[in-house]
């Protein structure tokens, strides 16, 4: 059989088949959208555009038919399709960096929210106002409520209205509301 003409001209065929195969090229999904446009345009004819791209008539209609449904099913809200390889690993490349910036993020939140409960805590803020205007004479912003925290705002006021450099007929009236560090022995001392 390999020695008939027969034989030596499908052994031929084959071979031509295999190489057409082998060298046939390969149109991506950007190509074929770009292609099926073109034809949608008209600015050439289809069978002018299949030949200016290489393509059998065939190939341009069953891709038109692809774009349609796929255009039909994208309307009607099915979106689902199959991602090539490229995108399925730049989506998990993505992914895995996300959760590494998710995974940076929680131990620095995690950090921060520890040295929050060593160092920060509460803080009060101690005021002297002047009864009559109430101005703010003094303030501090002190880590405890202690009566050496409420001195040392007394003091300030007395500097910032100068009672501490003249003699005063009558000593000023200290009204509070009567929290432990405002009637405390040490305070009165």
């Known amino acids: 059989m390999g020695d008939t003409p027969e034989g030596h001209r499908s052994a031929a065929d084959r071979t031509v088949k295999d190489i057409r195969r082998k060298t046939r090229k390969r149109y991506s999904s950007e190509d074929k959208i770009r292609i099926v446009l073109a034809g949608l345009r008209g600015d050439d004819t289809i069978a002018e555009l299949c030949r200016q791209e290489g393509i059998a008539q065939s190939q341009y209609y069953s891709w038109s038919k ?5 255009g039909h ?3 009607v809200g099915d979106t689902a399709r199959e991602a090539n390889t490229g995108e399925v690993q730049g989506l998990r490349r993505e992914a895995h960096d996300l959760k590494e910036v998710f ?16 160092g920060w805590g509460w803080f009060y803020l101690s005021t002297i ?6 101005y703010v004479v003094a303030w501090k912003l002190c880590a405890t409520m202690k009566a050496s925290d409420v001195t040392d705002t007394l003091e300030l006021a007395l500097k910032a209205s100068g009672c501490d450099q003249v003699t005063v007929l009558h000593k000023p009236r200290l009204r509070s509301d009567n929290g432990a560090s405002y009637v405390s022995g040490e305070l009165a001392e």
């Open 129 to 134: 106002l002047d009864d009559f205007s109430r």
């Open 103 to 118: 995974a940076e993020q929680a131990l620095e939140l995690r950090l921060l929210k520890k040295k929050y409960d060593r």
């Open 73 to 75: 099913k994208r309307l």
């Open 66 to 70: 692809e774009f349609m449904e796929a």
